[in-house]
T-cell receptor, first 117, second 114 residues
């Protein structure tokens, strides 16, 4: 099974709402990632979890709060978002990159299309 | 800092034409190189990767890429494209010293005329 699943597929939320994005993988990967992708742009790294610990935060605003409850699950909690946060949010997983030479691929989920109104 | 450049933003080809998409990276250390593809409405998937060894790597769907270290390049090629190759193509790189962090190029949109 080389699948990364993400829910929901689409999410519309107001600026005062609190919502969460979910990601799951069953490949035994110990690194999981959140990316943000705007239309016609490349994915931008937001967070990296390695062995369920946050290892990279790319200076993401605190209105985005990641959580890794276990090695298979990754959440992104959203609160007080702005319209400019509307984007496709991608989750990915891989073998742990922090302990090797990076010679592995990242497997991406289909993404959650987020619209902030 | 690492960077990846894809000079072709939009490429339009007819079916059966040959394809070459350029990718150059900027990094002085040892790197791993990737090409990812994003078909319309689908998720990012790996086309091919270079870690070490033979600089000519073959990927899925008839794609190949050549790593030329002296030119810091990793160009993607396909001898004969099909309409189904219409997609966004991203070159990406990570380094041994920052293995968790993949840097993506800006992408090249490939449109194939049937």
């Amino acid at each position: 099974d080389t699948e990364v699943t993400q829910t929901p597929k689409h999410l519309v939320m107001g600026m005062t709402n609190k919502k969460s994005l979910k990601c799951e993988q069953h490949m035994g990967h110990r690194a999981m990632y959140w990316y943000k992708q705007k239309a016609k742009k490349p994915p931008e790294l937001m967070f990296v979890y390695s062995y369920e610990k946050l290892s990279i935060n790319e200076s993401v605003p605190s209105r985005f709060s990641p959580e890794c409850p276990n090695s298979s699950l990754l959440n992104l909690h959203l609160h007080a978002l702005q319209p400019e946060d509307s984007a496709l949010y991608l989750c990915a997983s891989s073998q742990d990159g922090s302990r090797g030479q990076g010679d592995y691929e990242q497997y991406f989920g289909p993404g959650t299309r987020l619209t902030v109104t | 800092a690492q960077s990846v450049s894809q000079h072709n933003h939009h490429v339009i080809l007819s079916e059966a034409a040959s394809l070459e998409l350029g990718c150059n990276y900027s990094y002085g250390g040892t790197v791993n190189l990737f090409w990812y593809v994003q078909y319309p409405g689908q998720h990012l998937q790996l086309l091919l990767k270079y870690f070490s060894g033979d600089p000519l790597v073959k990927g899925i769907k008839g794609f190949e890429a050549e790593f030329i270290k002296s030119k810091f390049s990793f160009n993607l090629r396909k001898p004969s494209v099909q309409w189904s190759d219409t997609a966004e193509y991203f070159c990406a790189v990570n380094s041994y010293s920052s293995a968790s962090k993949i840097i993506f190029g800006s992408g090249t949109r490939l449109s194939i005329r049937p």
